[in-house]
């Protein structure tokens, strides 16, 4: 094992300089690598006013009361972590890897820590993170919520997560990650390792609300076993200067499913590049790709690439962009890759204006011609997701509701 | 009611509508006939108000107002409304949603669903996947729901199955008030193709669109029976003996 450790840090260390492979560069060396610590807060109580409702806005509830466990990071301090279910445990990264040997058996198993210069940053100088995780056959009664906060300029945050839902388990997570509201710059990396097995469900949602200068370099990866459902939905709904991510899933044990929704806003000056890959690896495994796209002047990359290994896979791809302003673009990347006969994949996308034929239609039933285009945004950003439990779903939609005014 | 006057309409640089008149009056319903491209659909979408629809001469007036230049919510605020023959689909509105901006508070979307057995849709998004027949459903339930003064139908009656031809009727009966004789006061301008309409209520008048203009006009009935028996062929003979 130890000689495992030995090669990941060597691995990190070669890739220090290595770009990624989308997405503007970053000078890593003009954030500030160090914060002062924060004390652990027994109950979270150290959020102003504005504080509070910029957690809100991602989905973290204060209160606790409808969550079954919660995480928080806060610069590069574990504030706050605890679990209220039996039968589910959440750690920060670095008790989890004191705790458990086994652990280094996950650790940059599903992402690879050479992968840029973001993913060795984070192995060499690693803040934190958190470790979920269902035990077999628990199901978890409401979400786990998880928030990475930066309170302070141009820091850098370097996280690293482990999620695992165990054999026949049931597990739901929130992340909320957000800049305080005074911060304009910095830089989050957020390495999320997910490990979905057997029969296992987990759904993620994750919500972004960041500084308008603020550059964002999640690297996540997912493994599915037989039968494992994973469910990833993704909301970025405020300026952000650069955010890229291209997770990858694993659907390596039969009748495996991995759903994506994005749902993705790009104000002026933002620049958001996303995707999610998916390799369907086993018969009878699914998955589907979903992105809504608005700009309202900045840029939105939507990639998706799906490739079916085997027979007996179907997958599906699905972007729809709108462009609510002159300026900006949306740029729709789906691809998809058939390795052998038997495979059903399909993609369906549209990217343009609100059409004037579906305004008129409302106007016809009696809205105002501005009624009738936040209607229309407000339903093409309100995805029903398949498979969320309704207090997650009235959450993003909550979420959702709440970045309208900026849109309009 | 309604009153088109000398309207010249042209749709993608096309000249559609060549000097339509139209004069409606309260409690009275029209029926319009005609060939397939005759400009029939282009003379509601205008009467409602579509931007891609562009007069080039004429005026259209409702209760004595000049309407010619208002938008279509304006329009729909007056008391028109229309059932489109093909109305668009828009992700994300559920056809609950579109009902209850109908209704404007005034009515229960499940109440009406559930009178017409359309339940199931209420929480599909508008049109997406709906069959022909569903789609004219779920027009003249928004239709029911905004209980507008004018009722403009664009073919209430093509794909709909025998069975709910009958509920369909009975709707659009009650839309324009064909239960009160006296005292009328909704009137409405259908266009039709089968004629199934006629068996359901009384029209006033019939009328022929025919190459972007309205002729014939005369008792519905009649004119129905006519193009029925001899074709439109007939129609553009006896036009052109007109139009001399
Ligand atoms: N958006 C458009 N672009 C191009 N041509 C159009 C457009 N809309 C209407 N037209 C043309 O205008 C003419 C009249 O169309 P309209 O839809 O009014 O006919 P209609 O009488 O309703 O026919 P139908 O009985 O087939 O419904 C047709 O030749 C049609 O092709
Ligand atoms: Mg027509």
């Given at each position: 094992m130890h000689s495992r450790i030995h090669e990941i840090k060597e691995a990190a260390e070669s890739a220090k300089d290595k770009k990624g492979t989308y997405g503007p560069d970053i000078d890593l060396s003009q954030y500030k690598k160090n914060a002062t610590p924060h004390p652990y807060e027994e109950k979270l109580g150290s959020f102003g006013?504005?504080?509070?409702?910029?957690?809100?806005?991602?989905?973290?509830?204060?209160?606790?009361?409808?969550?079954?466990?919660?995480?928080?990071?806060?610069?590069?301090?574990?504030?706050?972590?605890?679990?209220?279910?039996?039968?589910?445990?959440?750690?920060?990264?670095?008790?989890?890897?004191?705790?458990?040997?086994?652990?280094?058996?996950?650790?940059?198993?599903?992402?690879?820590?050479?992968?840029?210069?973001?993913?060795?940053?984070?192995?060499?100088?690693?803040?934190?993170?958190?470790?979920i995780r269902s035990y077999a056959f628990a199901k978890s009664l409401s979400p786990i919520q998880a928030c990475l906060y930066m309170g302070v300029e141009n820091l850098s945050q370097n996280v690293h997560n482990i999620i695992i839902a165990e054999e026949g388990s049931e597990l739901h997570i929130i992340t909320g990650c957000a800049t305080a509201p005074y911060?304009?710059?910095?830089?989050?990396?957020?390495?999320?390792?997910?490990?979905?097995?057997?029969?296992?469900?987990?759904?993620?949602?994750?919500?972004?609300?960041?500084?308008?200068?603020?550059?964002?370099?999640?690297?996540?990866?997912?493994?599915?076993?037989?039968?494992?459902?994973?469910?990833?939905?993704?909301?970025?709904?405020?300026?952000?200067?650069?955010?890229?991510l291209y997770p990858v899933t694993r659907l390596v044990g039969q009748g495996a499913i991995a759903r994506f929704h994005s749902i993705l806003l790009a104000t002026p000056g933002s620049d958001l590049d996303t995707g999610a890959r998916v390799f369907l690896q086993a018969p009878q495994t699914r998955s589907e790709i979903i992105t809504r796209a608005i700009s309202t002047g900045g840029k939105i990359m939507a990639r998706g690439h799906l490739i079916g290994e085997v027979p007996g896979i179907k997958a599906h791809l699905e972007c729809m962009g709108l462009l609510l302003s002159e300026k900006g673009g949306i740029h729709a990347v789906p691809e998809l890759e058939g390795?052998?006969?038997?495979?059903?994949?399909?993609?369906?996308?549209?990217?343009?204006?609100?059409?004037?034929?579906?305004?008129?239609?409302?106007?016809?039933?009696?809205?105002?011609?501005?009624?009738?285009?936040?209607?229309?945004?407000r339903g093409f950003l309100d995805v029903r997701i398949e498979g969320l439990p309704p207090s997650l779903q009235e959450e993003l939609s909550r979420v959702i509701k709440q970045s309208e005014k900026a849109l309009m | 009611m309604l009153r088109v006057e000398n309207l010249w309409v042209e749709v993608a640089?096309?000249?559609?509508?060549?000097?339509?008149?139209?004069?409606?009056?309260?409690?009275?319903?029209?029926?319009?006939?005609?060939?397939?491209?005759?400009?029939?659909?282009?003379?509601?979408?205008?009467?409602?108000?579509?931007?891609?629809?562009?007069?080039?001469?004429?005026?259209?007036?409702?209760?004595?107002?000049?309407?010619?230049?208002?938008?279509?919510?304006?329009?729909?605020?007056r008391g028109i409304g229309l059932s489109f023959q093909r109305p668009p689909t828009i992700r994300g509105i559920k056809t609950r949603d579109i009902i209850n901006i109908c209704g404007r508070g005034r009515i229960s979307a499940d109440d009406l669903a559930e009178r017409?057995?359309?339940?199931?849709?209420?929480?599909?998004?508008?049109?997406?996947?709906?069959?022909?027949?569903?789609?004219?459903?779920?027009?003249?339930?928004?239709?029911?729901?905004?209980?507008?003064?004018?009722?403009?139908?664009?073919?209430?009656?093509?794909?709909?199955?025998?069975?709910?031809?009958?509920?369909?009727?009975?709707?659009?009966?009650?839309?324009?008030?064909?239960?009160?004789?006296?005292?009328?006061?909704?009137?409405?301008?259908?266009?039709?193709?089968?004629g199934f309409i006629l068996n359901y209520l009384e029209a006033d008048k019939g009328a022929?669109?025919?190459?972007?203009?309205?002729?014939?006009?005369?008792?519905?009935?009649?004119?129905?029976?006519?193009?029925?028996?001899k074709g439109y062929e007939e129609c553009a003979e006896c036009i052109a003996e007109f139009m001399k």
């Open positions: 006013p504005e504080e509070s409702d910029k957690l809100t806005a991602v989905g973290i509830d204060i209160s606790q009361d409808q969550r079954s466990g919660t995480f928080l990071l806060k610069d590069q301090s574990v504030i706050h972590c605890r679990t209220k279910q039996d039968g589910l445990e959440v750690l920060s990264m670095k008790e989890a890897l004191d705790r458990y040997q086994w652990l280094e058996e996950y650790w940059w198993k599903a992402v690879s820590v050479d992968a840029d210069k973001y993913t060795a940053q984070a192995e060499l100088s690693l803040n934190d993170g958190y470790f911060v304009l710059s910095g830089l989050h990396i957020g390495i999320s390792e997910f490990y979905i097995k057997k029969g296992a469900k987990l759904t993620f949602t994750m919500i972004h609300n960041w500084g308008r200068d603020v550059m964002v370099r999640p690297r996540s990866a997912a493994i599915v076993e037989e039968e494992g459902i994973f469910l990833s939905n993704f909301a970025c709904l405020h300026p952000v200067r650069s955010l890229q390795k052998v006969g038997g495979v059903d994949m399909s993609h369906e996308a549209a990217v343009g204006k609100i059409a004037q034929e579906e305004v008129e239609y409302l106007m016809a039933r009696g809205l105002s011609e501005e009624e009738a285009t936040s209607t229309i945004v | 640089g096309k000249q559609v509508l060549k000097g339509v008149n139209l004069d409606i009056a309260p409690g009275e319903t029209h029926i319009l006939f005609g060939k397939n491209g005759s400009g029939k659909t282009t003379l509601l979408m205008t009467i409602m108000g579509f931007s891609s629809y562009h007069i080039t001469e004429g005026r259209i007036f409702f209760k004595g107002e000049d309407i010619t230049h208002l938008p279509p919510y304006e329009r729909a605020k017409f057995q359309f339940q199931d849709f209420l929480d599909r998004d508008i049109n997406l996947g709906f069959s022909g027949g569903e789609l004219k459903k779920s027009e003249l339930l928004q239709l029911i729901a905004q209980d507008p003064e004018l009722t403009l139908l664009d073919e209430p009656e093509s794909g709909v199955d025998l069975e709910n031809l009958q509920v369909i009727g009975e709707a659009i009966r009650n839309l324009l008030q064909k239960h009160i004789r006296r005292k009328r006061a909704k009137s409405g301008l259908i266009i039709s193709h089968q022929l669109m025919w190459n972007g203009r309205v002729h014939c006009r005369g008792n519905a009935r009649e004119l129905f029976k006519h193009i029925q028996e």
